[in-house]
């Protein structure tokens, strides 16, 4: 059983298109969040959402939205795709939404913009 | 603002040896501290967390850390490694006061040579 699952694993496209990332957790979990790793494998937070209502939004350029259809799906959509923009990005969950609680990451979406 | 720094990128260090992680944090607050790794291509695991009360925490795969506060200091130690610890390894820290943001360090990769 996956506990947290994102597709698809790798995604090649160009500059200016849009894509999306989808991921899912069958934890049960009310927090999910999404980070993306740099080549330097440098982790940041991008988004967290807690029972579909957002609560951490870092600064992230408005091409990256991010969509949560119900507790166990967070979504990330990102328009008009930029070099800077190849990473690879985690989802992850956690049990609750304030400090302490372990989260669940996910095996990483490999975005590569060319 | 808080932030961690892992001092060592690279620990290379042979099969049966023991090793030590460097981690420390700055923040003005209490808050609580994690170390996860990542194997290659995969997502983060939770090896250990420091919430409260004892310093010394046991964690996964023989694992330990020991927070030390004096110092804003928790690293990871390791009595004997195996080729398989191979990975990288991050420290994270979470402002006990804050939600569930996790800040990460840049991540030491541990190298082990039979």
């Known amino acids: 059983d996956t506990a947290v699952s994102q597709t698809p694993k790798y995604l090649v496209t160009q500059m200016g298109n849009d894509k999306s990332i989808k991921c899912e957790q069958n934890?049960?979990?009310?927090?999910m969040y999404w980070y993306k790793q740099d080549s330097k494998k440098f982790l940041k937070i991008m988004f967290s959402?807690?029972?579909?209502?957002?609560?951490i939004n870092e600064t992230v350029p408005n091409r990256f939205s991010p969509k949560s259809p119900d507790k166990a799906h967070l979504n990330l959509h990102i328009n008009s795709l930029e070099l800077g923009d190849s990473a690879v990005y985690f989802c992850?969950?956690?049990?609750?939404?304030?400090?302490?609680?372990?989260?669940?990451f996910g095996p990483g979406t490999r975005l590569t913009v060319t | 603002a808080q932030s961690v720094t892992q001092l060592d990128s690279q620990v290379p260090v042979f099969e049966e040896a023991p090793v030590e992680l460097r981690c420390n944090y700055s923040?003005?607050?209490?808050?609580?501290l994690f170390w996860y790794v990542q194997y290659p291509n995969q997502g983060l695991q939770l090896l250990l967390k420091?919430?409260?009360?004892?310093?010394l925490v046991k964690g996964i795969n023989g694992f330990e850390a020991e927070f030390n506060k004096s110092q804003t200091s928790f690293h990871l130690r390791k009595p004997s490694v195996h080729i398989s610890d191979t990975a990288e390894y991050f420290c994270?820290?979470?402002?006990?006061?804050?939600?569930?943001?996790?800040?990460f360090g840049t991540g030491t990769r541990l190298q082990v040579f039979p």
């Open positions: 992850a969950s956690s049990q609750g939404a304030s400090g302490g609680y372990e989260q669940y």
């Open positions: 934890l049960g979990h009310d927090t």
């Open positions: 959402y807690n029972n579909k209502e957002l609560i």
């Open positions: 923040s003005s607050v209490s808050v609580y």
């Open positions: 420091y919430l409260s009360g004892s310093t």
């Open positions: 994270a820290v979470n402002p006990s006061y804050n939600t569930d943001k996790l800040i």
